[in-house]
């Protein structure tokens, strides 16, 4: 079966970085783009950052754009997320998430753009 796994999360102060990653497993599949969503306890899922594999087009969130970096790896098949500058409202579980075919219309979806779902990692930003 396809399966995506995060790692990276932990706890951290306000102020400090993480770096996410996210890489594919078992059955190989192709995609053309990958994405970063996350949800806060009670709170809806949102779309924090995308990156399509060739070209290496990005996309973020408002709330995260000055902030946060998506990268890949094609050699590796992996994308990071570097997550600076964390503040408390950053406090989340972080998916990845992969797009087989390319619909900048569903890029930043948070129900429909994206055919895989990893399990998510546990981010938490005390003050």
């Known amino acids: 079966q396809v399966q995506l796994v995060e790692s990276g999360g932990g706890l951290v102060q306000a102020g400090d970085s993480l770096r996410l990653s996210c890489s594919p497993s078992?059955?190989?599949?192709?995609?053309?783009?990958m994405g970063w969503f996350r949800q806060a306890p009670g709170k809806e899922r949102e779309f924090v950052a995308a990156i399509r594999w060739s070209g290496g087009t990005r996309y973020y969130g408002d709330s995260v754009k000055d902030r946060f970096t998506v990268s890949r790896d094609n050699t590796k098949n992996t994308v990071y997320l570097q997550m600076n500058s964390l503040k408390p409202e950053d406090t989340a579980v972080y998916y990845c998430a992969a797009m087989r075919s390319w619909t900048r219309g569903r890029a930043m979806s948070i129900s429909n753009g994206y055919d895989y779902w990893g399990q998510g990692t546990q981010v938490t930003v005390s003050s």
């Open positions: 078992g059955r190989t599949f192709s995609s053309d783009a």
